[in-house]
């Protein structure tokens, strides 16, 4: 009846589904989850030296119900954890999770009881950002890389056959803990 | 900003230099001495330690020779720190080197209870880290023997005056570092705690902290808690002291005299798993609730928790490596 039935099959969609990608890609709003000094970095990634604002970044939501990026800057201790949750649960789908730094990602050097050793435990994380803390300048290398997996999300069925495949790949995979020798 | 830097140490000496000589000062009227000495001892704690063992291990007890009036105990003992530097000071210090004479014979003896060698209980590698030299001698300060000088005797006569039972209450005293210790036998804590609240005499009417602490070595008195004391009236702080076994950690809470003591008994029920009869909620407060076992304990593993990233492990670090 319309453009699409003159078109070849999929290429509607997959035109949608780009332009869905850039209009995601280039309208994210942070959450401000500053934990620890990764959160120092964080604050300079938005201030004029790196200026977040290029890619309009700069706006750190105060409310997770007006975010859609956590960037979990810093130690997630064990007595937080739960607010972290809360928080990523308020916030509205479609949401995306950074862990910036060694701590976020894996505990770091706080090897203790405190410490959750890597904030995946709690959500799950779309990004992981080494370094100790961070230079503001890795933050953008993995924005941009985390923009660039936003762009190719599937959208409509897709995107639901997309999670069932990442969902059935986690379910054979073995558990990160029983995981060997991957680490170089 | 690179100047500044190195500035920094000298403008500081010579701000406690120019205080020092405070108590002198205050000494000379003994009436209204509560606000600076504290000021003085809490400068003197950050800044020379070497100070502090001095006035603290010898001069302590002197103190029962100038017990005058409302005198606080630090402002006794500064002079004689200063004795090297400042010749001001005359007739005070020689009466102090009097006492100090004195003293010798009767300083209590402390408790060797542990000595600790190395660092996280490493043995037999050739540590080259620097710490594996480490001697760490852990000991309880002797008794002290009344009269303590000062408001100290006050406030211990004051008690002996209140409770019928005394040395069953108060099974030691000590007096470390120009602080004053009562260790409290536990069955009679929260009786004691609320005459220090109400009594007149005493009123220490609050309570700052709750803490704990671990000593594996001391058998039959493994799990300490240990309460700090302030009045406000007076400007006096005390410390508490109650030791129980690992096998039965129970003591009375405070929390019906000091409702403050309510998380402060949590965090340490939390820490060192000491059960406080009577707390309204003892329940974990900084850790999990199915958290297991008790992080602050001596016995508590170092570390070595796994990390679920793609197969990394970190040894605890007293497995970490022989050099």
Redesign the interface.
């Given at each position: 009846m319309g453009l699409e039935e003159k078109l070849p099959s999929g290429v509607l969609l997959t035109t949608v589904e780009n332009l869905f990608g850039y209009m995601r890609s280039a309208a994210f709003w942070p959450a401000t989850f500053g934990l620890a000094c990764c959160a120092i970095e964080m604050m300079t990634y938005g201030a004029p030296r790196y200026d977040s604002g290029r890619w309009g970044q700069e706006v750190f939501r105060a409310s997770p119900r007006q975010a859609d990026l956590m960037i979990v800057a810093g130690r997630v201790s064990?007595?937080m954890a739960p607010v972290l949750r809360q928080i990523y649960d308020q916030m509205p789908n479609p949401k995306w999770v950074l862990a910036m730094g060694v701590c976020a990602?894996?505990?770091g050097m706080f090897?203790?009881?405190?410490i959750v050793?890597?904030v995946?435990?709690v959500v799950p994380v779309d990004m992981y950002l080494p370094g100790c803390p961070p230079r503001p300048e890795m933050l953008v290398d993995a924005m941009f890389k985390l923009r660039d997996k936003v762009r190719h999300t599937p959208i409509g069925i897709d995107a639901i056959e997309a999670a069932q495949q990442a969902e059935q790949r986690q379910l054979e995979a073995p558990?990160?803990?029983?995981?060997?020798?991957?680490?170089r | 900003m690179t100047d500044s830097t190195p500035r920094k140490p000298p403008r500081k000496r010579t701000r406690k230099q120019a205080k020092r000589p405070e108590p002198e000062n205050v000494r000379s009227e003994p009436e209204d001495v509560s606000p600076e000495p504290v000021e003085e001892r809490d400068e003197g704690a950050s800044t020379s330690s070497a100070d502090i063992h001095q006035e603290s291990d010898e001069k302590a007890p002197i103190k029962g020779a100038v017990p005058e009036g409302e005198s606080e105990p630090d402002a006794e003992t500064k002079p004689e720190s200063i004795t090297e530097e400042a010749p001001a000071v005359s007739s005070e210090a020689t009466a102090a080197e009097e006492d100090e004479a004195q003293l010798a014979a009767a300083e209590p003896t402390a408790e060797v209870l542990q000595v600790r060698k190395g660092m996280f209980g490493v043995k037999g590698s050739g540590d080259t880290s620097g710490y594996g030299g480490l001697t760490r001698v852990v000991e309880f300060p002797g008794a002290a023997i009344p009269p303590f000088g000062g408001w100290w005797d006050q406030v211990y006569e004051r008690i002996g005056a209140l409770i019928h039972n005394f040395s069953d209450v108060i099974i030691k005293v000590v007096i470390y570092r120009g602080e004053i210790t009562f260790h409290v036998a536990r069955q009679h804590l929260a009786e004691l705690v609320r005459y220090l609240r109400d009594d007149a005499h005493l009123r220490f009417e609050f309570c700052s902290s709750v803490s704990g602490v671990h000593y594996p070595a001391d058998k039959d008195h493994e799990l300490h808690g240990v309460y700090h004391l302030q009045s406000m009236t007076y400007n006096r702080r005390i410390r508490l002291e109650v030791s129980v076994p690992d096998s039965d950690p129970h003591i009375p809470s405070v929390v019906a005299t000091y409702p403050t003591a309510d998380w402060h008994e949590r965090e340490t029920y939390d820490m060192f798993g000491i059960i406080f009869d009577g707390h309204p909620a003892l329940t974990r407060i900084?850790?999990?609730d199915d958290?297991p076992g008790y992080?602050q304990r001596k016995d508590?593993p170092?570390?070595?928790?796994?990390?679920?990233?793609?197969?990394?492990t970190?040894p605890p670090p007293d497995q970490r490596r022989s050099y």
């Amino acid at each position: 009846m319309g453009l699409e039935e003159k078109l070849p099959s999929g290429v509607l969609l997959t035109t949608v589904e780009n332009l869905f990608g850039y209009m995601r890609s280039a309208a994210f709003w942070p959450a401000t989850f500053g934990l620890a000094c990764c959160a120092i970095e964080m604050m300079t990634y938005g201030a004029p030296r790196y200026d977040s604002g290029r890619w309009g970044q700069e706006v750190f939501r105060a409310s997770p119900r007006q975010a859609d990026l956590m960037i979990v800057a810093g130690r997630v201790s064990q007595k937080m954890a739960p607010v972290l949750r809360q928080i990523y649960d308020q916030m509205p789908n479609p949401k995306w999770v950074l862990a910036m730094g060694v701590c976020a990602s894996t505990g770091g050097m706080f090897n203790n009881y405190a410490i959750v050793q890597g904030v995946d435990h709690v959500v799950p994380v779309d990004m992981y950002l080494p370094g100790c803390p961070p230079r503001p300048e890795m933050l953008v290398d993995a924005m941009f890389k985390l923009r660039d997996k936003v762009r190719h999300t599937p959208i409509g069925i897709d995107a639901i056959e997309a999670a069932q495949q990442a969902e059935q790949r986690q379910l054979e995979a073995p558990a990160l803990i029983e995981q060997k020798g991957l680490l170089r | 900003m690179t100047d500044s830097t190195p500035r920094k140490p000298p403008r500081k000496r010579t701000r406690k230099q120019a205080k020092r000589p405070e108590p002198e000062n205050v000494r000379s009227e003994p009436e209204d001495v509560s606000p600076e000495p504290v000021e003085e001892r809490d400068e003197g704690a950050s800044t020379s330690s070497a100070d502090i063992h001095q006035e603290s291990d010898e001069k302590a007890p002197i103190k029962g020779a100038v017990p005058e009036g409302e005198s606080e105990p630090d402002a006794e003992t500064k002079p004689e720190s200063i004795t090297e530097e400042a010749p001001a000071v005359s007739s005070e210090a020689t009466a102090a080197e009097e006492d100090e004479a004195q003293l010798a014979a009767a300083e209590p003896t402390a408790e060797v209870l542990q000595v600790r060698k190395g660092m996280f209980g490493v043995k037999g590698s050739g540590d080259t880290s620097g710490y594996g030299g480490l001697t760490r001698v852990v000991e309880f300060p002797g008794a002290a023997i009344p009269p303590f000088g000062g408001w100290w005797d006050q406030v211990y006569e004051r008690i002996g005056a209140l409770i019928h039972n005394f040395s069953d209450v108060i099974i030691k005293v000590v007096i470390y570092r120009g602080e004053i210790t009562f260790h409290v036998a536990r069955q009679h804590l929260a009786e004691l705690v609320r005459y220090l609240r109400d009594d007149a005499h005493l009123r220490f009417e609050f309570c700052s902290s709750v803490s704990g602490v671990h000593y594996p070595a001391d058998k039959d008195h493994e799990l300490h808690g240990v309460y700090h004391l302030q009045s406000m009236t007076y400007n006096r702080r005390i410390r508490l002291e109650v030791s129980v076994p690992d096998s039965d950690p129970h003591i009375p809470s405070v929390v019906a005299t000091y409702p403050t003591a309510d998380w402060h008994e949590r965090e340490t029920y939390d820490m060192f798993g000491i059960i406080f009869d009577g707390h309204p909620a003892l329940t974990r407060i900084l850790m999990p609730d199915d958290w297991p076992g008790y992080p602050q304990r001596k016995d508590y593993p170092l570390g070595g928790i796994p990390v679920e990233y793609k197969g990394a492990t970190i040894p605890p670090p007293d497995q970490r490596r022989s050099y």
